[in-house]
């Protein structure tokens, strides 16, 4: 199965090894990787903070960069879930909307893909530890993908899964929201960590990086000992102890 990736500007930028543990286990489910070099920001950022024309730009480039491609795997669900907002946007557009909605169709996130495409709940992953998963929004709520992420995490031999107080509420990252209203961000971040910290979890799992570098962040400056896991990273560990993983 061909599969291109969508690596995100995060990963692309600050979390490298997010990438690579992504395709690593994607290969190692038999798929066929490529990464195609066109690719920019899905213009999330832009399309948010109201400049619908700039980032109209960007999405058109995304549409073309993954045009020949079978399916687009991201390891972000806030990315992948706006790309399945290009349709609304080019509704109407000869030029743009069957492309927009030839997009949607074969873009998926990363834990998304494998369980609902690829139909796989046990990858082989071990991890010997305790752990918390925080949920993003945009996944759960806009991607509208609440399962996937557990279904993969319950089979990782080793791992304990504990839940996570109130784990539908924002960490306070939300993009440029946490440049915006700084004041309030933080103190959603402070209570995301709070409910992180009464978990006793030496590892907080989650499938954006945006929340955890945001929640990741936090927690070290407030002193505790908490490794943060990109869920591509957990699910590339086998027969080892955590490592790799993102600094906290």
């Given at each position: 199965?061909?599969?291109?990736?969508?690596?995100?500007?995060?990963?692309?930028?600050?979390?490298?090894?997010?990438?690579?543990?992504?395709?690593?286990?994607?290969?190692?489910?038999g798929?066929e990787?490529?990464?195609?070099?066109s690719?920019?920001?899905?213009?999330?950022?832009?399309?948010?903070?109201?400049?619908?024309?700039?980032?109209?730009?960007?999405?058109?480039?995304?549409?073309?960069?993954?045009?020949h491609?079978?399916?687009?795997?991201?390891?972000?669900?806030?990315?992948?879930?706006?790309?399945?907002?290009?349709?609304?946007?080019?509704?109407?557009?000869?030029?743009?909307?069957?492309?927009?909605?030839?997009?949607?169709?074969?873009?998926?996130?990363?834990?998304?893909?494998?369980?609902?495409?690829?139909?796989?709940?046990?990858?082989?992953?071990?991890?010997?530890?305790?752990?918390?998963?925080?949920?993003?929004?945009?996944?759960?709520?806009?991607?509208?993908?609440?399962?996937?992420?557990?279904?993969?995490?319950?089979?990782?031999?080793?791992l304990q899964?504990?839940?996570?107080?109130?784990?539908?509420?924002?960490?306070?990252?939300?993009?440029?929201?946490?440049?915006?209203?700084?004041?309030?961000?933080?103190?959603?971040?402070?209570?995301?960590?709070?409910?992180?910290?009464?978990?006793?979890?030496?590892?907080?799992?989650?499938?954006?990086?945006?929340c955890?570098?945001?929640?990741?962040g936090?927690?070290?400056?407030?002193g505790?000992?908490v490794?943060?896991?990109?869920?591509?990273?957990?699910?590339?560990?086998?027969?080892?102890?955590?490592?790799?993983?993102?600094?906290?």
């Amino acid at each position: 199965m061909k599969v291109s990736i969508f690596s995100t500007c995060l990963v692309d930028l600050m979390t490298p090894n997010v990438g690579i543990a992504m395709v690593e286990v994607l290969e190692r489910l038999g798929c066929e990787i490529d990464h195609p070099a066109s690719q920019v920001c899905c213009g999330q950022p832009a399309y948010n903070s109201g400049y619908l024309e700039d980032s109209r730009l960007a999405m058109k480039n995304m549409m073309l960069a993954f045009e020949h491609s079978d399916y687009v795997v991201g390891p972000s669900g806030s990315c992948i879930a706006m790309f399945h907002e290009y349709p609304k946007i080019f509704k109407g557009d000869p030029n743009w909307e069957l492309k927009a909605i030839a997009l949607k169709e074969k873009a998926y996130e990363f834990t998304q893909f494998i369980v609902r495409v690829l139909g796989v709940t046990d990858v082989g992953a071990s991890l010997e530890g305790t752990a918390t998963y925080h949920r993003s929004c945009h996944m759960t709520r806009l991607l509208g993908e609440r399962e996937t992420p557990f279904q993969l995490l319950e089979q990782v031999q080793g791992l304990q899964l504990e839940p996570l107080k109130n784990s539908d509420n924002c960490c306070g990252f939300g993009g440029t929201f946490s440049v915006k209203m700084p004041e309030i961000s933080g103190q959603m971040v402070d209570e995301k960590c709070g409910c992180v910290v009464d978990t006793g979890a030496d590892i907080l799992i989650s499938a954006d990086m945006g929340c955890l570098l945001n929640i990741g962040g936090r927690l070290s400056r407030k002193g505790e000992p908490v490794k943060i896991m990109h869920i591509a990273e957990v699910l590339n560990q086998q027969n080892t102890a955590a490592k790799g993983g993102s600094p906290t």
